[in-house]
């Protein structure tokens, strides 16, 4: 299924490995606030270190504007972890140039050295030849265990894997395989669940979906825009006005195969102390707006979650951040928890909804890439992948 070399397929001893990692994480006060990411790049970073690497990490980390910002500084998850390997961790305050150069020149076998944040150079999401040469510069092997990034061609995740014999690290592997054989040839029922506030970022997800999965269950404010799609006023609620035309195209040619929610909770404010009731789907008062989907919804949907053979779930069914509007997105989470189904789980809203319903170890597998997974459903090609070594 895999046909991309991995660590295993190559010797690292006394190698300088660079590996990108997707350190992407929440830091609060200089402090990392989730390391799911950090602990998920873990058996690649031990593994290389066992094997006698000298191990190189860069990543980026936030949308820093204009070049280096303290706030983006990659020294936090260094600092991290340090602790969570039990070992010291350098630090450097470049990613390229003279001071990185020397740092990992410097950097011996089973030695661990972080880079700065690869945004903080221009060259990085410009998939920069001059950027991605002097990154090539500081390591003998290239790998790639950043899925989460993995869809973008930036210099430290495409361009520097032109330059350097180029590796997938074993959390990409993981990632590909699963969400690779749901796509391929999934345990049947396949039943895709979407979520999320816009068609727009999932249209080729659904179109591609269509062609392979037996349903696609749909919730979160994605569900608004299709309603008004059939004509129904929609009061106060999120709608994507652009996209009312590919909704109907979707749901002319979906058949049966598209679920809709029958059931929704709807406010009279976007407040978790607005008044709130459940109504059948049809006109939306004035003044009112859809936050979650129904009781009948959240049943409905665990009936066909708890018959299937795969289950793919990206987006919540609701404004889940407010508790009151929570509700689906949880029943929905316990429903795929306890379904006997290979269950995969992406994208940011609907992960952190799994870890915050305590049932993330009953997934089969919780990707840690929210862009790379919607794209893999959608059929395409991750640049980050194709450009790393064939078996």
Request: charged letters at 25%.
């Amino acid at each position: 299924m895999f046909n991309k070399k991995l660590i295993t397929d190559i010797d690292v001893k006394s190698q300088k490995a660079l590996v990108r990692v997707d350190f992407n994480v929440p830091i609060k006060d200089g402090k990392v606030e989730d390391d799911t990411r950090i602990v998920a790049a873990l058996p690649t970073i031990r593994y290389l270190l066992d094997q006698g690497a000298a191990v190189i990490l860069c990543s980026h980390l936030g949308r820093p504007k204009e070049g280096p910002d303290p706030k983006y500084s990659m020294r936090p998850t260094a600092e991290h972890l340090s602790k969570l390997l039990g070992r010291p961790v350098a630090f450097c305050e470049e990613s390229v140039g003279p001071v990185a150069e020397s740092a990992a020149k410097a950097l011996k076998p089973g030695e661990v050295l972080v880079l700065e944040n690869t945004r903080f150079y221009k060259g990085e999401t410009k998939n920069d030849p001059e950027m991605s040469r002097q990154l090539a510069s500081l390591a003998d092997v290239y790998v790639n265990d950043a899925f989460g990034s993995a869809h973008r061609a930036h210099s430290s995740t495409e361009g520097v894997a032109r330059l350097l014999p180029g590796v997938a690290g074993f959390l990409m592997e993981k990632e590909i395989k699963y969400l690779g054989a749901a796509i391929a040839d999934p345990k049947r029922p396949f039943i895709a669940i979407l979520g999320g506030a816009k068609i727009v970022d999932k249209i080729g997800v659904i179109r591609n979906l269509l062609q392979i999965a037996d349903a696609i269950l749909i919730g979160g404010g994605m569900a608004n825009t299709f309603f008004a799609a059939q004509g129904y006023p929609m009061g106060d609620s999120l709608v994507d006005a652009d996209a009312l035309d590919t909704a109907r195209e979707i749901l002319q040619g979906a058949g049966n195969r598209l679920r809709l929610p029958v059931d929704v909770v709807i406010a009279d404010s976007f407040d978790d102390s607005a008044s709130r009731q459940v109504m059948d789907v049809g006109p939306v008062p004035e003044g009112w707006r859809i936050m979650d989907i129904g009781p009948e919804t959240i049943a409905a949907y665990a009936k066909v979650v708890n018959g299937a053979g795969t289950v793919v779930w990206n987006g919540p069914m609701g404004v889940f951040e407010m508790p009151n509007f929570a509700v689906g997105t949880f029943g929905v989470a316990k429903a795929v928890a306890e379904s006997d189904a290979v269950s995969i789980v992406g994208g940011g809203d609907s992960v952190s909804a799994i870890n915050r319903s305590g049932l993330s170890d009953k997934i089969t597998h919780i990707s840690t890439g929210g862009g790379a997974s919607l794209e893999m459903l959608e059929g395409l090609t991750l640049p980050g992948v194709a450009a790393l070594q064939d078996k």
